[in-house]
């Protein structure tokens, strides 16, 4: 069989979060995935509190394929995974816009590799207007930090995911936030720089999956019988070995940068 895209798309991101939380979204955002938020929510037994969305950059459908045992950390404390295909173009700032806006790029605006704040709801906007306490953990020069700035909520910014672990642990003691999403791109750099294949880049798969089931260690050991807790392992778009140089690329149309792999865990 030929290859395909996947069929969700990753507008539907904000809406299953949102759906978990009990909140509504303004009508401009993309629907949910219902079927999807209806078994989280299940799982669950009602609406989450706490959120905390992981987003490893550029971990593309195919690397879950062939390397599969890389993710035994994201399975051990996930129970369902849904995959999704990509915006156009495949690269994080309109990817992520997408993710938070329920909105196609030309509908948000970044339609390139640029980082200007967004002026449209967010997400974020919404859950800041419905009382909740949003928060971004982003590695340095993310675009987190630059397209979701200047909202009223914290953000944490450090140099790589070995220091993200750190300060995610320090966040969930806090327990302050509602929401908290935690972004790393050491795969993403491993794989532009050796190849997406390469030992470099799958070594960093690994470290960030070691670094999400972290996270879900934490929640199951202080966190039960305290919060309902959904976590999410939600890249947001795959890279490809680029011809000549061997190096990974992106913002292509090709499968392996457009089909992603959602990962979903529920502690109650």
Same mark, same amino acid.
């Given at each position: 069989?030929?290859?395909?895209?996947?069929?969700?798309?990753?507008?539907?991101?904000?809406?299953?979060?949102?759906?978990?939380?009990?909140?509504?979204?303004? @009508?401009?955002?993309?629907?949910?995935?219902?079927?999807?938020?209806?078994?989280?929510?299940?799982?669950?037994?009602?609406?989450?509190?706490?959120?905390?969305?992981?987003?490893?950059?550029?971990? /593309?459908?195919?690397?879950?394929?062939?390397?599969?045992?890389?993710?035994?950390?994201?399975?051990?404390?996930?129970?369902?995974?849904?995959?999704?295909?990509?915006?156009?173009?495949?690269?994080?700032?309109?990817?992520?816009?997408?993710?938070?806006? /329920?909105?196609?790029?030309?509908?948000?605006?970044?339609?390139?590799?640029?980082?200007?704040?967004?002026?449209?709801?967010?997400?974020?906007?919404?859950?800041?207007?419905?009382?909740?306490?949003?928060?971004?953990?982003?590695?340095?020069?993310?675009?987190?930090?630059?397209?979701?700035?200047?909202?009223?909520?914290?953000?944490?910014? %450090?140099?790589?995911?070995?220091?993200?672990?750190?300060?995610?642990?320090?966040?969930? %003691? @806090?327990?302050?936030?509602?929401?908290?999403?935690?972004?790393?791109?050491?795969?993403?750099?491993?794989?532009?720089?050796?190849?997406?294949?390469?030992? %470099?880049?799958?070594?960093?798969?690994?470290?960030?999956?070691?670094?999400?089931?972290?996270?879900?260690?934490?929640?199951?050991?202080?966190?039960?019988?305290?919060?309902?807790?959904?976590?999410?392992?939600?890249?947001?778009?795959?890279?490809?070995?680029?011809? /000549?140089?061997?190096?990974?690329?992106?913002?292509?149309?090709?499968? @392996?940068?457009?089909?992603?792999?959602?990962?979903?865990?529920?502690?109650?």
């Amino acid at each position: 069989m030929a290859d395909h895209y996947n069929t969700y798309k990753l507008t539907s991101f904000a809406g299953i979060v949102a759906d978990c939380l009990g909140v509504s979204l303004p @009508e401009e955002f993309a629907p949910s995935i219902e079927w999807v938020s209806d078994i989280l929510r299940s799982r669950l037994g009602g609406n989450a509190d706490r959120v905390i969305l992981y987003h490893a950059d550029a971990v /593309g459908l195919y690397i879950w394929q062939k390397y599969t045992s890389l993710f035994a950390p994201v399975y051990q404390h996930t129970s369902m995974s849904v995959p999704f295909v990509s915006t156009v173009m495949s690269v994080t700032p309109v990817a992520h816009a997408s993710m938070y806006t /329920g909105l196609e790029p030309e509908q948000h605006g970044i339609q390139t590799y640029t980082k200007p704040k967004l002026e449209c709801d967010t997400l974020y906007d919404v859950l800041i207007e419905k009382g909740l306490k949003p928060a971004i953990l982003a590695q340095e020069d993310s675009s987190f930090l630059h397209i979701f700035k200047d909202r009223d909520m914290p953000y944490f910014e %450090e140099p790589n995911a070995a220091y993200i672990q750190k300060k995610a642990r320090e966040l969930l %003691e @806090e327990d302050k936030y509602d929401v908290i999403s935690i972004h790393t791109f050491d795969y993403d750099d491993a794989a532009h720089d050796y190849g997406p294949e390469s030992k %470099e880049a799958l070594n960093a798969v690994d470290f960030e999956a070691q670094g999400f089931a972290d996270i879900a260690e934490y929640i199951e050991k202080n966190w039960s019988g305290k919060h309902r807790t959904l976590l999410i392992y939600a890249p947001d778009h795959g890279q490809h070995l680029t011809t /000549g140089k061997r190096r990974g690329g992106h913002g292509s149309t090709q499968i @392996e940068d457009m089909n992603i792999l959602h990962f979903y865990g529920t502690f109650i």
